[in-house]
């Protein structure tokens, strides 16, 4: 089952993946496909490709760089990127400070940072979690003090975030700082921009079970912070917060990288074989096959919803935690599956694989990292227990 399309949004398709198999390097896409560390330049690169085409915004309004594109045409063109092994956008910059500078930050504060995202002058990294502060964001401890001196207002901000992605590659980072002990949790919170090279800062990688680089701690300890890097007013910014992991929310659900896994799973079990047939034939895990793509198709459909209703100049809601729970719970699913049906070949870690003798498809063959490492999803960005609270307050009005 598939979506159907119109002929303008199947010519638009065509011009999506003519300009991934044109303008995309097989450098990249041979990364992505084998499961391989993508570099800082990497990133970069892929950024810098998108911009240059006019489609790395693709949400935001044209009159700060967007496209313009309908709910259809964004969720094609993240589909056809996930189907040919695209680096992944790093979402930090374009998909959540981005969104929340539209619509909270002053006129100032967007001529001058929004382009900056475009173009890749900033790398944003995400200042949210902290070791006590987790699910229970609104708990954060990491403080803003604001001070006045010679050379002006500032904020002097002592604490520390954890689990940063990317954060060692960063040169910014916006964090939710507690610039009022003494109001309830939610009410004291600001929402800060910082650069992470001034004085004071200092990041500490997390390495990861696979060997990885990819999560850090970050220190803060009597960093200055211009007041003018205030998002928002003060002690409001749990509203920047909460809009902000709407985005987030909805980016995690991955419906793109789904479709691109499902087709990776079937052509998997067709090829490894179970008692003299293919192990898509085995009636268990052919049902547990169907079951995954009839959910995710279901899926794609509340995705779209979610699209149209952002494209039309609202904002994700409570949707964004339905999508949140439901992406991630497909994701680990086809992850699971994928590594049932590598068996052994799904064992190395991408440094040791080899790729050239194990059943199915090449990139399949480090399933088992890839099942591993994707368990965070139904942690971060808001564990699928608190998404279920909030949809019972939000939509059930438990």
């Given at each position: 089952?598939?979506?159907?399309?119109?002929?303008?949004?199947?010519?638009?398709?065509?011009?999506?993946?003519?300009?991934?198999?044109?303008?995309?390097?097989?450098?990249?896409?041979?990364?992505?496909?084998?499961?391989?560390?993508?570099?800082?330049?990497?990133?970069?690169?892929w950024?810098?490709?998108?911009?240059?085409?006019?489609?790395?915004?693709?949400?935001?309004?044209?009159?700060?760089?967007?496209?313009?594109?309908?709910?259809?045409?964004?969720?094609?063109?993240?589909?056809?990127?996930?189907?040919?092994?695209?680096?992944?956008?790093?979402?930090?910059?374009?998909?959540?400070?981005?969104?929340?500078?539209?619509?909270?930050?002053?006129?100032?504060?967007?001529?001058?940072?929004?382009?900056?995202?475009?173009?890749?002058a900033?790398?944003?990294?995400q200042?949210?979690?902290?070791?006590?502060?987790?699910?229970?964001?609104?708990?954060?401890?990491?403080?803003?003090?604001?001070?006045?001196?010679?050379?002006?207002?500032?904020?002097?901000?002592?604490?520390?975030?954890?689990?940063?992605?990317?954060?060692?590659?960063?040169?910014m980072?916006?964090?939710?700082?507690?610039?009022?002990?003494?109001?309830?949790?939610?009410?004291?919170?600001?929402?800060?921009?910082?650069?992470?090279?001034?004085?004071?800062?200092?990041?500490?990688?997390?390495?990861?079970?696979?060997?990885?680089?990819?999560?850090?701690?970050?220190?803060?300890?009597?960093?200055?912070?211009?007041?003018?890097?205030?998002?928002?007013?003060?002690?409001?910014?749990?509203?920047?917060?909460?809009?902000?992991?709407?985005y987030?929310?909805?980016?995690?659900?991955?419906?793109?990288?789904?479709?691109?896994?499902?087709?990776?799973?079937k052509?998997?079990?067709?090829?490894?074989?179970?008692?003299?047939?293919?192990?898509?034939?085995?009636?268990?895990?052919?049902?547990?096959?169907?079951?995954?793509?009839?959910?995710?198709?279901?899926?794609?459909?509340?995705?779209?919803?979610?699209?149209?209703?952002?494209?039309?100049?609202?904002?994700?809601?409570?949707?964004?935690?339905?999508?949140?729970?439901?992406?991630?719970?497909?994701?680990?699913?086809?992850?699971?599956?994928?590594?049932?049906?590598?068996?052994?070949?799904?064992?190395?870690?991408?440094?040791?694989?080899?790729?050239?003798?194990?059943?199915?498809?090449?990139?399949a063959?480090?399933?088992?990292a890839?099942?591993?490492?994707?368990?965070?999803?139904?942690?971060?960005?808001?564990?699928?227990?608190?998404?279920?609270?909030?949809?019972?307050?939000?939509?059930?009005?438990?």
């Amino acid at each position: 089952m598939d979506l159907s399309f119109t002929p303008e949004e199947l010519a638009f398709r065509e011009e999506v993946r003519h300009f991934l198999a044109n303008k995309v390097p097989t450098r990249l896409t041979d990364k992505v496909r084998h499961g391989q560390h993508l570099s800082k330049a990497d990133h970069e690169e892929w950024h810098a490709i998108l911009n240059a085409q006019g489609w790395l915004a693709n949400h935001w309004p044209k009159a700060w760089g967007g496209t313009g594109w309908n709910a259809v045409q964004k969720f094609i063109f993240d589909n056809e990127c996930a189907l040919a092994y695209c680096p992944r956008t790093v979402p930090f910059g374009v998909n959540m400070l981005g969104p929340v500078l539209i619509k909270y930050g002053n006129e100032a504060q967007k001529q001058h940072w929004l382009p900056r995202i475009l173009s890749g002058a900033d790398w944003w990294c995400q200042g949210y979690s902290e070791p006590g502060s987790g699910s229970d964001l609104a708990s954060v401890k990491t403080t803003a003090v604001l001070q006045r001196d010679s050379t002006g207002d500032h904020y002097v901000v002592n604490g520390q975030k954890t689990w940063t992605t990317l954060g060692h590659h960063a040169n910014m980072i916006f964090c939710l700082v507690r610039t009022n002990r003494e109001a309830k949790k939610q009410e004291g919170i600001s929402f800060l921009l910082i650069d992470m090279r001034t004085p004071g800062v200092e990041v500490r990688p997390i390495i990861t079970l696979d060997g990885e680089h990819e999560v850090n701690e970050v220190f803060f300890t009597d960093v200055k912070v211009p007041a003018e890097n205030l998002v928002g007013e003060e002690n409001k910014g749990w509203t920047c917060a909460k809009f902000l992991l709407t985005y987030e929310r909805t980016n995690i659900a991955g419906v793109g990288f789904s479709v691109a896994a499902m087709e990776r799973l079937k052509l998997v079990a067709d090829r490894v074989m179970k008692n003299g047939q293919p192990l898509s034939q085995d009636p268990l895990f052919a049902a547990r096959m169907a079951k995954v793509e009839i959910d995710l198709e279901n899926m794609k459909t509340t995705n779209l919803r979610v699209i149209a209703t952002v494209a039309g100049g609202g904002a994700p809601g409570a949707e964004s935690s339905m999508l949140k729970i439901k992406g991630t719970e497909i994701r680990q699913e086809l992850n699971s599956l994928l590594r049932r049906a590598m068996g052994p070949y799904a064992l190395p870690f991408v440094s040791e694989g080899d790729t050239s003798d194990g059943p199915g498809e090449p990139e399949a063959s480090f399933a088992a990292a890839q099942y591993f490492n994707n368990r965070k999803l139904s942690i971060f960005g808001g564990s699928n227990e608190i998404q279920k609270n909030i949809i019972s307050k939000m939509i059930l009005g438990l």
